[in-house]
């Protein structure tokens, strides 16, 4: 029976990006608080704002407005 190699079929998640690390296509990182997915294999230290290479698939949201204060508790 013959084999056929289709590559990589879905994202690889790696955790938060390093400058260091070889990435693939479909490897996925989470940068400054946004993840990013590799479309093309990028050099090593191509950071993922670098459309190029990356796209970003989660974008960091504003920081929300705090809440009320809630009740005293009982003294200890």
Wanted: net charge positive; proline share 4%; charged share 20%.
């Amino acid at each position: 029976m013959a084999v056929l190699n289709i590559g990589r079929v879905r994202m690889g998640l790696k955790g938060n990006y390093s400058a260091a690390t070889d990435y693939k296509a479909l490897d996925t990182v989470s940068y400054q608080g946004e993840s990013f997915v590799a479309i093309i294999d990028p050099p090593v230290g191509t950071a993922p704002t670098n459309e190029t290479y990356w796209q970003k698939i989660a974008e960091r949201g504003s920081n929300g407005n705090n809440g009320n204060n809630g009740s005293k508790g009982d003294k200890g």
